[in-house]
């Protein structure tokens, strides 16, 4: 390890993706783990977080102390839920750290304290920290500016794995954000989020959503573009996590010497049109 390596905070240490993340920053260069965050009351909570995340003990004791973890630390990486890392950004901003956030399901006011907080921290958010998604929802922007409305419907897929607990995916939102950007409308008042009985015909310039579950899927998405002769799809497939993994890391040590602010992926990416 060198000495100037990033030292990172992994919060919900014990969750899926905070694993996934424990073992990605045992074996990167250039990031090193300053402390393992689970869950108050977590069972999980003083056992060594290398075993937790299955690479043998590494002398970093899970601790339910955010305070005390985020001493001394430069970032805190976060896959949690939404209130804790809302909770985790009031917290990072005080200590002045960069905060990764990956966490979905997040709702208006959760984002309102998330761009308040962004005024001291440096917060990178997104609902998908990979390269492929970002590309996908750049490319998305562009075919819908270029097929119009009257002619071309736009549907949003999605699939995920049985554990997951908020529809649409963080994902699916991003996409169709994407989406309505290429079409100058905006998502809220426009996205059919649900079918069921006896609905009518498809309301004209819609994004429409579908979801989903089952099994261990890690996530599938697809954006189709259907107009009565024709349908072009445009679609991503995650074999694993580490990839979100890999683009949380990029984004801590991209952000490392940047000002306060509230960034996206695609800005970590370079792919923004801002
Ligand atoms: P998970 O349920 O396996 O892990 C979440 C962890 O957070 C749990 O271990 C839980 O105990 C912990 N947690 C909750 N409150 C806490 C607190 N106060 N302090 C410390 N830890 C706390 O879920 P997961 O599959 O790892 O996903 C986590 C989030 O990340 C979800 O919102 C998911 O949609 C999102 N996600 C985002 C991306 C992306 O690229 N942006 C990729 C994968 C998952």
């Known amino acids: 390890m060198s000495d100037d390596a990033m030292k990172l905070v992994v919060v919900g240490a014990a969750g899926r993706m905070g694993q996934a993340l424990i073992r990605l920053i045992h074996a990167t260069d250039g990031v090193t783990l300053h402390a393992a965050v689970a869950r108050p009351g977590s069972a999980f909570i003083g056992k060594d977080a290398g075993e937790i995340a299955g690479l043998g003990p590494i002398g970093i004791p899970m601790t339910d102390d955010p305070l005390a973890a985020f001493l001394h630390a430069e970032g805190v990486i976060d896959f949690t839920m939404p209130a804790t890392s809302v909770t985790f950004a009031g917290l990072a901003a005080q200590a002045r750290i960069v905060h990764i956030i990956g966490t979905t399901g997040c709702s208006d006011e959760d984002e309102a304290k998330f761009k308040a907080a962004a005024r001291h921290a440096r917060i990178v958010k997104s609902g998908n920290m990979g390269l492929g998604i ?20 736009i549907e949003v897929l999605e699939m995920h794995h049985r554990h997951k607990v908020d529809a649409p995916s963080g994902t699916a939102l991003l996409l169709g954000q994407a ?29 429409g959503f579908a979801t989903l579950r089952g099994g261990g899927v890690v996530g599938d998405h697809s954006v189709i573009f259907a107009s009565e002769s024709e349908r072009l799809t445009l679609s991503h497939n995650a074999g694993d996590r580490s990839l979100f993994a890999r683009g949380a890391l990029q984004a801590a040590l991209w952000a490392r010497d940047k000002k306060p602010g509230f960034y996206s992926m695609l800005d970590v990416l370079g792919l923004s049109t801002r």
């Open 134 to 153: 970002n590309l996908l929802s750049v490319l998305v922007e562009q075919a819908a500016r270029a097929l119009p409305s009257n002619d071309w419907d």
């Open 179 to 207: 989406a309505a950007k290429g079409r100058g409308i905006d998502l809220n008042d426009s996205s059919v989020r649900v079918r069921d009985g006896h609905t009518g015909p498809r309301p004209a310039g819609t994004i």
